[in-house]
């Protein structure tokens, strides 16, 4: 089905197309027992629930549906109709849940300017938890052709361009909810070794997890239209309720926007098909982009080390100067999509814009030497040092490292794991207190545990500095600092200063002292502090009884093809890393 072919006449034909995009997500997803549905109660989202009851109903092997309906609390009425929509739901089999969003954090709704994007924001987080708690790993929300038309129409009028105008994707992670563990690619950690070999046990217990999973956003309605929409819930009985906000013309931008798409009064060049025709051919151009980078990336040598987040990059030969005029000019956008796939394993940007690559195209494809563009000839970009290799034959290689943070990062890119005032979950069994799992710098996924409450006011993560390894020197014995210095010649210099170190505040002290308490990406602790891990639980070191503990482990990566080598293991020494290579 296309968006600007033949509508679907009958709603058996709706219900084949359906019942096959169904089984292909369903598939892709690993089979898994549920689905989630995103449910308004308007036409496009009881048209997805029933067509999912159908599907229930017709198929011998098939999901469970669990119903999320999200009360925005922005108008009076909206809980009793929420309600309103699970009771239909429930008609339907499909258990519902309410969700109420908490406007706390933003004050008055009334008084925000940005409505519209925080109500997003705000939605798509409750979704993604609402999936975590459920064991829901994709949901399915009732986007059609209409919807397509329109976001492609908003863009126009925001001056958006090229690849700008693409529309809606069928299928994304979970949008909104970066730094989410469990939603956004998180939740399914996998080791290097079980990617390669299908073992799903942790063959190393120090080794380093690389994060994988979340909540994927999937629309399999993207190619039918609302008015197939509204004759299928005609034809099928099916009820719906009407969001009278959506007729005001003047409450969002995307209103005015589908009240002039529907009038027909505008040109015939900005008018659905046309809308929907030019999302569908740049979709076709970047699918085209994004398996031209995809493999030049599979080909491309890369050796990650997970500790220390650098990355020995190593350029196919058809990749390299003087082989580059070899690609068209109008691979232009695959260069640029490689370029980013490269950048993306250390970087510690969550979103990298292609038209920011154009001066790293030409120092990886053309003649191009020069990397003085940063301090020591290092150039710089997504807050990634590009640093060309020395030996002459290896012209194509490079390291990719994280900046060394400016003083300001390194003031103001913490986060707070334990403090007085931070909930925690309790065990209180063993009286400790867990954490969140916390994403730092977009690159580590870190949390720790303990008694805290009895112990310390404090608990952050931020970037190692030089005073902490000052401080540290001079409290270890002299067998202790031989064994940190192994340590960190895995990160030598400056570059050291990227990693993360855990600082603690005892209870009772008033000064600014923060004790570092451990290393973790290098697997140091101090005293009285221990990893832990899935396969022998909590690991104190050698003699000593931990009551605290962390555990570390990598962003999502996209690293599982030949040519690749990930240095995963997080030792008491430089010497003992564990290498896997694809």
Partial sequence: MHATGSSIARASDLQKFFYKTLHSIWRAGGSRQRLGLAISGGVDSMALASLCRDAATSQDEKPLFRGFIVDH????????????????????????????????????????????SIARRL?????????????????????????????????????????????????????????????????EPWTIDRTH?????????????????????????????????????????????????????????????RHLLGSESLPRALQKPRLQALAATIAGREATAERLAQTMFDDTGIQLDLRSGQAIVTLPLECRPAASAKLSASALDAKARFARKLLLPVSPCAQI??????????????QETNLSSSRDGRYQIAGVDLIRTTTPSLHGQFKLQRSTPTTRERDTVQQQLFAETVELTANTNLNTSKSDWHLWDNRYWIRVSGPFASSYQDIRVRFLQPQDLARLRSQLSKTDRK?????????????????????????????????????????????????????????????????????????????TVSRKKV????????????ERSY
């Fill in 73 to 116: 609390g922005l108008r009076q009425g909206s809980a009793d109709e929420a309600q309103n929509v699970a009771e239909s739901l429930r008609k339907l089999d499909i258990k519902p849940s309410v969700l109420t969003l908490d406007w706390t954090r933003y004050g008055s709704p009334e008084s925000l300017s940005n409505l519209e």
């Fill in 123 to 187: 939605r798509y987080q409750a979704l993604g938890q609402a999936c975590r708690r459920e064991g829901i790993t994709s949901l399915l929300v009732a986007h059609h052709a209409d919807d397509q038309a329109e976001t492609v129409l908003l863009r126009l009028l925001g001056q958006f361009h090229g690849n700008g105008l693409r529309g809606i994707t069928s299928s994304r992670p979970m949008p909104e909810c970066e730094g989410l563990y469990g939603v956004s690619q998180s939740g």
């Fill in 197 to 257: 070999v299908g073992n799903h046990n942790v063959t190393s217990a120090s080794a380093m997890l690389v994060e994988g999973g979340g909540v994927k956003l999937e629309r399999p309605l993207l190619p039918v239209s609302k008015d197939e929409l509204i004759a299928y819930c005609n034809h099928d009985g099916v009820r719906w309720f009407e969001d009278h906000t959506n007729s005001d013309r003047s409450y969002t931008r995307r209103n005015t926007i």
């Fill in 353 to 366: 814009n292609l038209q920011d690559l154009d001066h790293l195209l030409s120092l990886l494809f053309a």
């Fill in 483 to 559: 064994r940190l210095d192994r340590l960190l010649e895995i990160v030598p210099g400056d570059f050291r200063f990227t990693l993360p170190v855990l600082v603690a505040r005892g209870i009772g002290v008033e000064e600014e002292v923060q004790h570092v308490v451990t290393l973790p990406t290098l697997g140091w602790s101090a005293e009285g502090w221990a990893r832990w891990s899935s396969t022998t639980g909590f690991r104190a070191q050698a003699g000593v009884a931990a009551c605290f503990h962390w555990d570390v482990r990598y962003r999502h990566i996209d690293l």
């Fill in 567 to 578: 240095v995963s293991k997080c030792e008491t020494t430089a010497g003992d890393a564990s």
